[in-house]
């Protein structure tokens, strides 16, 4: 795993770098794809604060050996920091966790990968709005189209649905997770910290836990606890390495090498996976205010992020 920061004038990837990074960035998006279809699969099955805190926990084991010698090291700066992690843990793995697996009860695969595609728009808007972060015409025009890509979907189309507030209560758990992971995301970059990405986002995953913790035992008073069988161990081993782990390393790897414009492709290709992975392996065909709907989102995504390609600079090697 990469637990080292990216060091300011490194060397130009090599070849073999660049086509591995072009080849993650389509691997990646599958990957977080898993988590939304796994949510709608394993609804009704296990119960939705216990998957997130099991999910999380075995991540953390998992990600434990690469990143214990720096936890330690840098454990007063840990503990400086508790309060971000607390809210990013609470936010990144407890809202973003739990709301997406209690949303899936009631809403398809299909909406949750299409509503979490417009989480970027949000993460303009709010840093817009927390942080004072220019907003052009153009991003305020991607903004506003692909939220009502959002209404749509959370509408089914039906715009007379609003009038009499007949909403999916699925849909809006799924919006409040997209909210939340839209904080989450601005938090995460304007909040300073000792830690390199990968150990705070385990000690981020550490708070979550934490904070999922009460729910879980609230969860297991009223409801039971997930049942002990070989399907609940594969829910939870699928969504650590998949969802967590695999495609986080998949997001650092290209980050790393294309650099946070280069990504971009990713945001566009997530929803349209969401959509024909949830066809392939649970059934959902794609109906027409889903078109409607993502041909909203994804302009207004494009929109949004788009930034002018950066000026060739003379320290950049």
Known sequence: MDTEPIAAGAARPSRQDMRLALVLMYIAPLLFTGNQVMARAAAGLFPP?????????????????????????????????????????????????????????????????????????LIVALAGALYGERLTLRAVAGIALALAGMLWIILRGDIGAMARLEFTEGDLWIASASFSWA??????????????????????????????????????????????????????????????????????????????????????????YSVVVAWITLGEAPRLFHLLGALMILPGVYLATWRPPARASATVS
């Open 49 to 121: 604060f216990a998957m997130a805190f099991w999910r999380w926990m075995l991540a953390v084991l998992l990600f434990l050996p690469f990143i214990g010698p720096e936890l330690w090291r840098k454990r007063r700066g840990v503990l400086a920091e508790w309060r971000d992690h607390l809210v990013l843990g609470a936010l990144g793995m407890g809202v973003c966790g739990a709301a997406v697996y209690i949303g899936a009860a009631t809403t398809t695969a299909t909406n949750i990968g299409i509503i979490y595609g417009a989480s970027p728009v």
């Open 183 to 272: 904080i989450y995301s601005v938090l995460l970059t304007h909040r300073p910290s000792v830690l390199t990405v990968l150990t705070r986002l385990a000690v981020n995953m550490i708070a979550g836990i934490v904070v999922l913790f009460p729910f879980v035992l609230w969860e297991t008073a009223t409801v039971g606890p997930p049942p002990a069988d070989w399907r609940s161990l594969a829910i939870v081993v699928f969504l650590a390495f998949v969802p967590s782990i695999g495609a986080y390393q998949c997001h650092a790897r290209v980050q790393k090498v294309l650099g946070a414009s280069g990504t971009a492709p990713m945001l566009y290709v997530g929803p349209l």
